[in-house]
C-alpha cells in the first residue's frame, strides 16, 4: 500500500523491524491503514504486534525437526502414518532408503508394505495390525523385509492406532527402525551351528545329506 495514497487502503501483517527497552531488537507484524473523505485526509493507523518470541519458537521447532531428521537417518528409523479410512499410507522418506527404494519408490498403499514384507513374517505382521485396529491399541511387531536386491533385513516396527469421534478406528500412526545387529546375530548363530555341525557336536542340520 501507498500510504500517501488519496484513494486510501490499508496493509496486514507486514513484516518489520522494532526497537526496545536497550535498543534490543524484535520481530514485528505491522496492520495499518489511511483514510481520506473528500480529498481530504482524515486520519491513519496502525497496529503492532510484536512476534519476537513466535519467530523463535518457530526457528527452534525447524531445528528440532532438522535434529530428528538427522537422528533418524543416523539410526536408520523413520515414521509412518496409515489412514485407515482411506487407506492412504505416508513414509519419511528415510523408510525408503531403508528397504533399498530409491526417492518416490514406495507407493503409498498397504498392499505395497505388504510386498515388502518377508513372506515368512507377513501372517504374524498382520495379525499383530489387525489386533491393534481390534482393539484401537498400540502396534508392535520386528519381521523381516526384502529389498529389491533380495537380500533380507530387520525391521522394529510400533505404532499406535487413534479412533475417530465415534469411537472407530481412523488412523494409525508409528515409526520403523532397521536392526541390523539381528541380521549379524543370526548369521553367527547359523555359522555356528555349521562349525558345530562339521566338528560332530550337532546332528545334522533336517534336509542335510
Known amino acids: 500500500m501507498r500510504v500517501g495514497s488519496r484513494a486510501g487502503?490499508?496493509?496486514?501483517?507486514?513484516?518489520?523491524?522494532?526497537?526496545?527497552?536497550?535498543?534490543?531488537?524484535?520481530?514485528?507484524?505491522?496492520?495499518?491503514?489511511?483514510?481520506?473523505?473528500?480529498?481530504?485526509f482524515v486520519h491513519t493507523r496502525c497496529f503492532t504486534r510484536d512476534v519476537t518470541e513466535?519467530?523463535?519458537?518457530?526457528?527452534?521447532?525447524?531445528?528440532?525437526?532438522?535434529?530428528?531428521?538427522?537422528?533418524?537417518?543416523?539410526?536408520?528409523?523413520?515414521?509412518?502414518?496409515?489412514?485407515?479410512?482411506?487407506?492412504?499410507?505416508?513414509?519419511?522418506?528415510?523408510?525408503?532408503?531403508?528397504?533399498?527404494?530409491?526417492?518416490?519408490?514406495?507407493?503409498?498403499?498397504?498392499?505395497?508394505?505388504?510386498?515388502?514384507?518377508?513372506?515368512?513374517?507377513r501372517d504374524r505382521v498382520e495379525a499383530a495390525i489387525a489386533r491393534s485396529i481390534e482393539e484401537v491399541s498400540g502396534y508392535e511387531a520386528e519381521f523381516r523385509f526384502v529389498r529389491p536386491d533380495g537380500s533380507v533385513g530387520w525391521m522394529l516396527g510400533s505404532g499406535k492406532v487413534f479412533a475417530d469421534a465415534g469411537g472407530l478406528p481412523a488412523r494409525c500412526g508409528g515409526g520403523g527402525a532397521d536392526t541390523p545387529g539381528r541380521e549379524q546375530v543370526q548369521e553367527a548363530d547359523a555359522a555356528r551351528g555349521r562349525a558345530l555341525r562339521s566338528a560332530g557336536q550337532l546332528p545334522p542340520a533336517a534336509g542335510a545329506v
Open 54 to 121: 513466535a519467530r523463535r519458537a518457530e526457528a527452534a521447532l525447524r531445528a528440532g525437526e532438522e535434529r530428528m531428521r538427522l537422528a533418524m537417518a543416523a539410526g536408520r528409523m523413520g515414521t509412518w502414518d496409515w489412514d485407515i479410512q482411506t487407506g492412504a499410507l505416508a513414509w519419511s522418506d528415510n523408510l525408503e532408503e531403508v528397504h533399498g527404494l530409491p526417492p518416490g519408490g514406495f507407493d503409498g498403499t498397504v498392499e505395497g508394505f505388504r510386498r515388502l514384507v518377508h513372506p515368512d513374517d
Open 9 to 40: 487502503g490499508s496493509t496486514q501483517g507486514h513484516p518489520g523491524r522494532l526497537r526496545g527497552e536497550r535498543g534490543s531488537r524484535k520481530e514485528g507484524l505491522i496492520d495499518s491503514s489511511v483514510r481520506w473523505e473528500g480529498g481530504e
